[in-house]
């Protein structure tokens, strides 16, 4: 049987595997790969958004409390770890702030 070539994958498939194979590459490093302990996050936030982290008065602190936020945000459920949905929300709002700000950015259309 023939088989189907399969297309090359989108820019958006592109984007949300990365998302995926970037949350367990940090959330794996130590026991389960689909939770985030605070250690975990906090090295995902020191590498992978280290503008964000280092612009902080204080970045600890500052995880800390978003830890704390993201954590049972969704379901409730706290379990003093970042699962996938706490993490896409997290990612979520960043993009939202990222977006206004790239709107401003932009000269008015006239
Ligand atoms: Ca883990």
Do not use: W
Not at 42 to 51: P, R
């Amino acid at each position: 049987m023939a088989q189907k070539i399969q297309d090359p994958p989108t820019d958006m498939e592109r984007c949300m595997e990365s998302l995926i194979t970037i949350f367990q590459r940090y959330a794996g490093k130590e026991g389960d790969n689909s939770k985030m302990s605070f250690k975990e996050f906090e090295s995902f936030m020191n590498v992978e958004l280290k503008s964000f982290t280092k612009s902080q008065k204080n970045p600890q602190e500052t995880l800390k409390k978003m830890m704390a936020s993201l954590d049972g945000g969704i379901d409730g459920k706290k379990d003093g770890q970042i699962d996938f949905q706490e993490f896409l929300s997290l990612i979520g709002g960043m993009m939202i702030a990222c977006h206004e700000a790239m709107s401003k950015s932009r000269p008015a259309c006239r």
